[in-house]
């Protein structure tokens, strides 16, 4: 069934979509939600025991703050990219959805990951600490395959190799956020071109440095509470890197007190 404007302002009580801020279609046998992209206004939306798969047409809804999604037919949590955007949304119930898996903590992690401003999963508080561990362990989200971004290169044609690769980012769009940084064009014969055969190995570098560029310009952006939170997950990240050394050292030096010994 598709959701349709009649439905919505008689549910939401309202004359017209724009002014929808809060709507309730609790199982409504509903598989088609294409009407949210006229719903810009939307806060607390309650979308539980449908059938829904598809979460495309809430990425424009740039106030929602609530959103529930209970025992729907998500089939995968590639679909929680569509939910990046929006940067208000602080409670999301996405329990008992095809794409919650059999390994509820690795799920909570991966979402949490995805979606670092929610407060609440799945009624349930999220913690700081919780949010620094999915920084590290959580599993990457992209986006959804069959999707207009990632059916479309940094050049807008067709390219298996990097679909789906949110840092693929061309030259120009590179430079442009390495001025905001303050940081040194790349010049062209350092920069390897979309259209010409390149080896894994700079690829892989040029991955490192647009992820790096991202993630500074990023940090623009956040405000004091998610600062904490990042400086609390690179703190952890140092910490095992630093871990990692000092046991590799203690094995060198063991290993050399024992070539002494024989």
Known sequence: ?????????????????????????????????SIFSQIPNIK?????????????PLAGCLSLCEL??????????????HLRPLKHLRVLWL????????????????????????????????TEDEIALALMEGEEVTT????VQSQLSSNGLPDAET????????????????????MK??????????SSPSTREMKSSM????????????????????????HTATQNRLQSYTLDSEMLKDSLQTQKTVDIQH
């Not at 607390?44 to 798969?53: E, P, R």
């Not at 679909?163 to 303050?182: A, C, F, S, V």
């Open 95 to 126: 329990a008992e959805n095809p794409c919650c898996g059999a390994d509820y903590g690795q799920y909570r992690l991966t979402v949490l990951r995805c979606l670092p401003h929610l407060q609440k999963l799945d009624n349930q508080v999220v």
């Open 207 to 230: 991955k490192k440095t647009h992820t790096l560029d991202a993630i500074l310009l990023l940090l623009k952006d956040l405000d004091e509470e998610e600062l904490h939170i990042v």
């Open 44 to 56: 607390v939306l309650t979308l539980s025991v449908n059938s829904i798969s598809s979460l495309a």
């Open 163 to 182: 679909e789906n690769d949110p840092l693929n980012y061309n030259m120009e769009e590179t430079n442009k956020i390495r001025e905001e940084l303050g």
């Open 1 to 33: 069934m598709k959701l349709t404007r009649k439905l919505v302002l008689a549910k939401a009580k309202a004359s017209d979509l724009e002014s929808v801020k809060k709507l309730n279609c609790w199982g409504c046998n509903i598989t088609d939600i």
């Open 144 to 147: 959804p395959p069959g999707s």
């Open 68 to 81: 529930y999604l209970r025992r729907n037919m998500i089939p995968s949590l590639s679909e929680l990219s």
């Open 185 to 194: 064009p790349l010049s062209r014969d350092k920069f390897p071109s979309l």
